[in-house]
Nanobody, 124 residues
Framework: QAQLVESGGGLVLPGGSLRLSCQYS????????MGWFRKAPGKEREFVAG????????SYSDSVKDRFTVSRDNAKNTVFLQMTNLRPEDTAVYYC?????????????????WGQGTQVTVSA
């Protein structure tokens, strides 16, 4: 069974940057599109960014487009989320997940299991 471990979160000032990592193990990483998601207190979990297995296609939510960049290193079974120009509303626990199909990687309801996530707090 696949395991996902997110890391790289922390406390950052508004306008700052962070790079999140998600380490995948227990399966064939190259077979999966990967998605980043976040859950803020009192809100539903939402899609943030997705990338196909080859890294040639990406998608973003409108709220993070032009500020966040998703990438992957298939040799290291890792997907990254580079976050820039962070805002207080980006504060959330960030999660990653794997989907066999890039077209559906943004659909939160497809995923039944989640890792522990990594906390991102944007505050002055």
């Amino acid at each position: 069974q696949a395991q996902l471990v997110e890391s790289g979160g922390g406390l950052v000032l508004p306008g700052g940057s962070l790079r999140l990592s998600c380490q995948y193990s227990g399966g064939s990483f190259n077979n999966y599109a990967m998605g980043w998601f976040r859950k803020a207190p009192g809100k539903e979990r939402e899609f943030v960014a997705g990338i196909n297995w080859a890294g040639s296609k990406t998608s973003y939510s409108d709220s993070v487009k032009d500020r966040f960049t998703v990438s992957r290193d298939n040799a290291k079974n890792t997907v990254f989320l580079q976050m820039t120009n962070l805002r207080p509303e980006d504060t959330a626990v960030y999660y990653c997940n794997a989907d066999p199909t890039f077209k559906t990687v943004s659909i939160v309801a497809r995923f039944g299991a989640w890792g522990q996530g990594t906390q991102v707090t944007v505050s002055a």
